[in-house]
């Protein structure tokens, strides 16, 4: 385990369950999207469209705000978030560590030293049925030989099965790693929501591919404990407060970035359950947490650490 690359968001997250402030904030810096998925809890949520977006000018003027209340870690949503490049790269300039999520299709330029977490939903036939389009060949194509990149795969009743054929692909493509959430939604019979022996195959596979190749495959045994027995929702730290999150028109997203319509006992989140992890002090997650901190940090992160 990198130490210097822990120490400062161990030393957040200790200042958090002393005083109740983390320094971890997520802006969804747009809800405009290039792909138009079925099961995204952006488009299932409409009250997410009854508002317009700020400027690139007055989100900037509020990242300077948030970097002066002590705000050094900023998680990049959307919507797509590579549509407002311009807030990525202010985004870059003022906080010392910012993390990037994105579905692929538009390459984030090389000169943002940051960690990009990218949306695949399996294999080739099982990612471009999900997501409604024929661009998992494009996104294989801009992630490739991308140390930047981290892999996320949000894993449901119809694509868990493939967890081992899309390692195959990701192990040789030169990226950082993969990781894994699970399917949250709005309904708590929803039938991509995995339980059951679905559940425990998916947790298997995972727990497989941890065993096998734990430099690559971005989850502890905790987590996967977790994932299992769901003892993050009823003392989930988003709910108490550990990452707030801002909508495009600043406005603050409650209960956390699902948006108020979301059936927490669905919660399959990797960030709570990766908080509670911590919480217990597990060392492996602090191993996997580690990793997600992009290796060659940007100014604002030497000046900050």
């Keep these: 385990m990198n130490i210097s690359s822990v120490y400062y968001p161990a030393k957040e997250f200790v200042r958090f369950l002393t005083t109740g402030n983390s320094g971890f904030k997520n802006y969804d810096i747009t809800n405009r999207c290039n792909l138009q998925c079925d099961f995204c809890y952006i488009y299932n949520q409409p009250?997410?469209?009854?508002?317009?977006?700020?400027?690139d000018e007055k989100f900037i003027e509020f990242f300077h705000s948030e970097k002066k209340n002590n705000v050094h870690t900023a998680i990049l949503t959307g919507g797509e978030p590579a549509l407002r490049i311009n807030l990525i790269k202010a985004a870059d300039k003022i906080f010392p560590v910012v993390f990037?999520?994105?579905?692929?299709?538009?390459?984030?330029?090389?000169?943002?030293?940051?960690?990009?977490?990218?949306?695949?939903?399996?294999p080739k036939e099982i990612h471009n049925k999900m997501r409604g389009c024929n661009c998992f060949e494009r996104i294989i194509d801009n992630i490739t030989d991308d140390r930047r990149v981290i892999?996320?795969?949000?894993?449901?009743?119809?694509?868990?099965?493939?967890?081992?054929?899309?390692?195959?692909?990701?192990?040789?493509?030169?990226?950082s790693g993969l990781t894994f959430s699970m399917h949250t939604s709005e309904e708590y019979y929803d039938p991509a929501v995995l339980r059951g022996a679905k559940l425990d195959r998916a947790l298997t596979m995972m727990d497989y591919l941890r065993k096998k190749d734990p430099s690559f495959v971005l989850v502890s045994k905790e987590m996967i404990k977790q994932f299992k027995e769901k003892n993050h929702i009823p003392n989930c730290m988003l709910r108490k407060g550990y990452i707030i999150s801002h909508k495009s028109d600043l406005s603050v997203k409650s209960?956390?970035?699902?948006?108020?319509?979301?059936?927490?006992?669905?919660?399959?989140?990797?960030s709570p359950v990766i908080l509670h992890s911590l919480k217990k002090l597990d060392i492996e997650t602090f191993r996997i947490i580690s990793r997600f901190y992009y290796r060659e940090k940007s100014p604002a992160f030497r000046e900050y650490s």
């Design 47 to 55: 009250d997410n469209f009854e508002f317009d977006e700020v400027t």
């Design 100 to 122: 990037i999520f994105s579905n692929g299709l538009i390459k984030i330029d090389s000169s943002i030293r940051r960690r990009i977490f990218i949306s695949l939903d399996g």
């Design 151 to 175: 892999v996320t795969t949000l894993l449901n009743s119809e694509n868990y099965p493939y967890i081992t054929d899309l390692y195959e692909v990701l192990k040789t493509k030169g990226i």
């Design 255 to 270: 209960p956390c970035v699902f948006g108020k319509n979301i059936d927490c006992r669905t919660c399959g989140c990797s």
